[in-house]
């Protein structure tokens, strides 16, 4: 009897998730990688469209899926001078314009409309780029221009057709031949900042992917928030409130460039954070992005001992601290240690959980472009475009030179383990922080902890199965152990494609970070698998590439300093072999001399300069996995 009653119990229990296992062809219980971006912006983009970029939502899901656009310049007969077509389409893809000045953006390029012949609006139309710097001041002040109406209703009105619009390009293409070939997400960008004294702008953007298609009627801008807290609190009544069936995650970005003003340990009243406060970041903010085109945020590399010991945190670091720095020569400022790297981070973390048993900073990484030509996925440095993701990158026809600024770099990719390609199931995945970030390739990485994994996993066929039964998967949480935990990772490298053959991995690491008995960061790097010193390198003249490396690196590993009352936290890194970075083949194809000074233009004079990196490494992190005793 006890027996029949349980079998009814649990068949009642798990009825729903039996119906509804197994809707995608591409389903996997142990989980499939999917590679896409969750940071793309069109022409509904203030800064995009100062750059002249006309591609709207549904272009960018056309380029995601494989079809050409045209991006910048364009003719005299409104034809683009350049179609691009992206080198593999994406699994899955989300539109994030901004908010703020969603309306504004639209009003001043649609006759008719209410404020179209205002001052702001001509100035936008006939003077892009002063005009929107303008406009990017007020916005980043959480304010709005006088065209707007006293409360903002006229632009918020005004804003309600380009979301919608982003809305519908989504759902058209979510699914669309049900076989879960693609997944898109509505989503958008909240682009918070914050002037310090120094009257610096220090970035605080956040993009914003909702579940599924219950969604607020007008997204939340940091005009109407005007802080993370308040977001989190707008959120929770505007959406996730009980009933609504609207669900978010949130994903800083850039945290380099934000004078370590990103994550905040205390209040915007400068009260210190509570438990509670904690519990609400953590539960929207799960993922950071840890690479995209304006730079690397995993860790800063400089003279100070603790980050000059990892050299490859000299890694696509940007010259400079600040969205002003980059606009105006006499603002520009180096970054400094203090910038707000994730790695630093992660510390923090860790240390207000031991403060006051939260971590606020609990954080999965991904990577993404940022593109502001709705080239979503456009990671390629053998032929990138540009992504103009400052908005001052307009190119010209016939223009020599670099087609991006030289400071800014393809962009990188999000990866998800999930059981199919479909928004639930790609969302609880972002949730539960099984993720992992890569600066472009598609290498295939897996991560494990467990105190009963083997140490021989790599040598058995049901790998990633043992990961799951006997341990935890990056992202997830260890604790009350006695003895160290084994570390499982295996890397696969990126095929590329049949023109251009992927690259061979170098080396995998392990970085450990923890705070010590007195409080301070320490942090230690372990060579795990690979070579560091295999001899690999390229030709810069030709980008011939000389030397191997691995097809496939695994190992499992045991922290031989592992304490088991001291938090940690550990996540892998996989490196390739040294390749042409991309400003590189560029100055080779247009033929630049470096040693004829006088055939350089203004525009190929930095192909020359010292500070121009001529390689690069192209990498892969994993989320985190965090030892709690």
Same mark, same amino acid.
């Given at each position: 009897?006890?027996?029949?009653?349980?079998?009814?119990?649990?068949?009642?229990?798990?009825?729903?998730?039996?119906?509804?296992?197994?809707?995608?062809?591409?389903?996997?219980?142990?989980?499939?990688?999917?590679?896409?971006?969750?940071?793309?912006?069109?022409?509904?983009?203030?800064?995009?469209?100062?750059?002249?970029?006309?591609?709207?939502?549904?272009?960018?899901?056309?380029?995601?899926?494989?079809?050409?656009?045209?991006?910048?310049?364009?003719?005299?007969?409104?034809?683009?001078?350049?179609?691009?077509?992206?080198?593999?389409?994406?699994?899955?893809?989300?539109?994030?314009?901004?908010?703020?000045?969603?309306?504004?953006?639209?009003?001043?390029?649609?006759?008719?409309?209410?404020?179209?012949?205002?001052?702001?609006?001509?100035?936008?139309?006939?003077?892009?780029?002063?005009?929107?710097?303008?406009?990017?001041?007020?916005?980043?002040?959480?304010?709005?221009?006088?065209?707007?109406?006293?409360?903002?209703?006229?632009?918020?009105?005004?804003?309600?057709?380009?979301?919608?619009?982003?809305?519908?390009?989504?759902?058209?293409?979510?699914?669309?031949?049900?076989?879960?070939?693609?997944?898109?997400?509505?989503?958008?960008?909240?682009?918070?900042?914050?002037?310090?004294?120094?009257?610096?702008?220090?970035?605080?953007?956040?993009?914003?992917?909702?579940?599924?298609?219950?969604?607020?009627?007008?997204?939340?801008?940091?005009?109407?928030?005007?802080?993370?807290?308040?977001?989190?609190?707008?959120?929770?009544?505007?959406?996730?409130?009980?009933?609504?069936?609207?669900?978010?995650?949130?994903?800083?970005?850039?945290?380099?460039?934000?004078?370590?003003?990103?994550?905040?340990?205390?209040?915007?009243?400068?009260?210190?954070?509570?438990?509670?406060?904690?519990?609400?970041?953590?539960?929207?903010?799960?993922?950071?992005?840890?690479?995209?085109?304006?730079?690397?945020?995993?860790?800063?590399?400089?003279?100070?001992?603790?980050?000059?010991?990892?050299?490859?945190?000299?890694?696509?670091?940007?010259?400079?601290?600040?969205?002003?720095?980059?606009?105006?020569?006499?603002?520009?400022?180096?970054?400094?240690?203090?910038?707000?790297?994730?790695?630093?981070?992660?510390?923090?973390?860790?240390?207000?959980?031991?403060?006051?048993?939260?971590?606020?900073?609990?954080?999965?990484?991904?990577?993404?472009?940022?593109?502001?030509?709705?080239?979503?996925?456009?990671? !390629?440095?053998? /032929? @990138?475009?540009?992504? #103009?993701?400052?908005?001052?990158?307009?190119?010209?026809? &016939?223009?020599? %030179? +670099?087609?991006?600024?030289?400071?800014?770099?393809?962009?990188?990719?999000?990866?998800?383990?999930?059981?199919?390609?479909?928004?639930?199931?790609?969302?609880?995945?972002?949730?539960?922080?099984?993720?992992?970030?890569?600066?472009?390739?598609?290498?295939?990485?897996?991560?494990?902890?467990?105190?009963?994994?083997?140490?021989?996993?790599? !040598?058995?066929? /049901? @790998?990633?199965?043992? #990961?799951?039964?006997?341990?935890?998967?990056?992202?997830? &949480?260890?604790? %009350? +152990?006695?003895?160290?935990?084994?570390?499982?990772?295996?890397?696969?490298?990126?095929?590329?494609?049949?023109?251009?053959?992927?690259?061979?991995?170098?080396?995998?690491?392990?970085?450990?970070?923890?705070?010590?008995?007195?409080?301070?960061?320490?942090?230690?790097?372990?060579?795990?698998?690979?070579?560091?010193?295999?001899?690999?390198?390229?030709?810069?003249?030709?980008?011939?590439?000389?030397?191997?490396?691995?097809?496939?690196?695994?190992?499992?590993?045991?922290?031989?300093?592992?304490?088991?009352?001291?938090?940690?936290?550990?996540?892998?890194?996989?490196?390739?072999?040294?390749?042409?970075?991309?400003?590189?083949?560029?100055?080779?194809?247009?033929?630049?001399?470096?040693?004829?000074?006088?055939?350089?233009?203004?525009?190929?004079?930095?192909?020359?300069?010292?500070?121009?990196?001529?390689?690069?490494?192209?990498?892969?992190?994993?989320?985190?996995?965090?030892?709690?005793?």
């Amino acid at each position: 009897m006890r027996s029949l009653f349980w079998f009814m119990a649990s068949t009642l229990l798990f009825a729903p998730a039996l119906a509804g296992a197994a809707p995608c062809r591409d389903h996997n219980p142990q989980r499939n990688a999917y590679f896409g971006d969750l940071h793309v912006h069109t022409a509904f983009s203030l800064d995009a469209i100062m750059q002249d970029t006309r591609t709207d939502p549904t272009d960018a899901y056309r380029y995601a899926r494989g079809e050409a656009i045209g991006i910048p310049p364009y003719g005299d007969d409104g034809k683009p001078l350049r179609m691009v077509v992206i080198g593999r389409p994406l699994d899955f893809m989300a539109v994030t314009d901004h908010a703020e000045m969603l309306g504004e953006t639209r009003m001043c390029h649609t006759e008719g409309m209410d404020g179209y012949w205002s001052p702001y609006c001509m100035g936008l139309r006939w003077i892009p780029r002063w005009a929107g710097i303008l406009f990017a001041r007020t916005a980043s002040q959480a304010e709005r221009l006088g065209m707007c109406g006293d409360d903002g209703e006229v632009c918020l009105e005004a804003s309600r057709g380009p979301w919608q619009e982003t809305i519908a390009a989504a759902e058209a293409v979510n699914n669309p031949d049900g076989d879960c070939g693609f997944t898109s997400f509505i989503a958008y960008e909240w682009t918070g900042a914050a002037y310090p004294e120094s009257g610096l702008v220090a970035n605080l953007h956040r993009n914003v992917i909702f579940r599924n298609s219950e969604v607020p009627d007008l997204p939340i801008s940091f005009v109407e928030s005007k802080n993370a807290p308040t977001l989190y609190d707008q959120l929770d009544a505007g959406c996730a409130g009980e009933g609504k069936g609207c669900d978010a995650v949130v994903i800083p970005h850039n945290s380099n460039i934000s004078l370590g003003l990103m994550f905040q340990e205390v209040m915007p009243d400068g009260v210190a954070i509570t438990a509670e406060d904690a519990e609400q970041r953590a539960r929207y903010e799960t993922l950071v992005e840890i690479i995209q085109h304006k730079g690397a945020s995993e860790c800063y590399f400089g003279s100070q001992p603790i980050m000059a010991q990892d050299e490859l945190c000299d890694f696509e670091q940007l010259p400079w601290n600040s969205f002003a720095g980059n606009t105006f020569e006499s603002m520009r400022e180096p970054i400094q240690p203090n910038a707000g790297m994730l790695r630093q981070v992660l510390h923090r973390g860790l240390q207000q959980e031991a403060k006051i048993g939260v971590n606020p900073f609990k954080l999965g990484v991904i990577g993404s472009t940022d593109t502001h030509r709705s080239l979503g996925g456009g990671v !390629e440095e053998y /032929d @990138f475009p540009g992504h #103009g993701g400052a908005g001052n990158a307009a190119v010209e026809e &016939d223009t020599q %030179g +670099l087609t991006d600024q030289w400071e800014f770099n393809p962009g990188g990719l999000a990866v998800l383990y999930a059981e199919e390609n479909s928004r639930d199931s790609l969302f609880d995945a972002m949730q539960r922080r099984e993720a992992y970030a890569t600066s472009g390739p598609r290498m295939q990485v897996r991560f494990f902890a467990g105190a009963e994994l083997p140490a021989d996993l790599c !040598e058995q066929a /049901d @790998f990633v199965e043992q #990961g799951y039964r006997r341990g935890v998967p990056m992202g997830g &949480d260890l604790g %009350g +152990l006695e003895q160290a935990p084994r570390f499982a990772v295996s890397a696969l490298k990126d095929v590329g494609v049949a023109r251009h053959p992927g690259t061979d991995l170098q080396r995998v690491q392990i970085i450990k970070g923890w705070v010590d008995d007195k409080g301070q960061s320490q942090q230690k790097i372990y060579q795990v698998a690979g070579d560091p010193d295999n001899g690999a390198s390229v030709d810069l003249s030709t980008c011939e590439t000389r030397g191997e490396g691995f097809k496939k690196l695994c190992t499992v590993w045991q922290d031989p300093e592992f304490e088991p009352r001291q938090r940690a936290f550990y996540y892998a890194r996989v490196v390739e072999n040294p390749t042409c970075r991309w400003s590189t083949r560029i100055c080779n194809a247009q033929k630049v001399d470096c040693s004829k000074p006088d055939s350089l233009t203004d525009e190929t004079q930095i192909c020359c300069e010292a500070k121009l990196k001529k390689t690069v490494q192209e990498r892969a992190w994993t989320s985190p996995i965090w030892y709690t005793p």
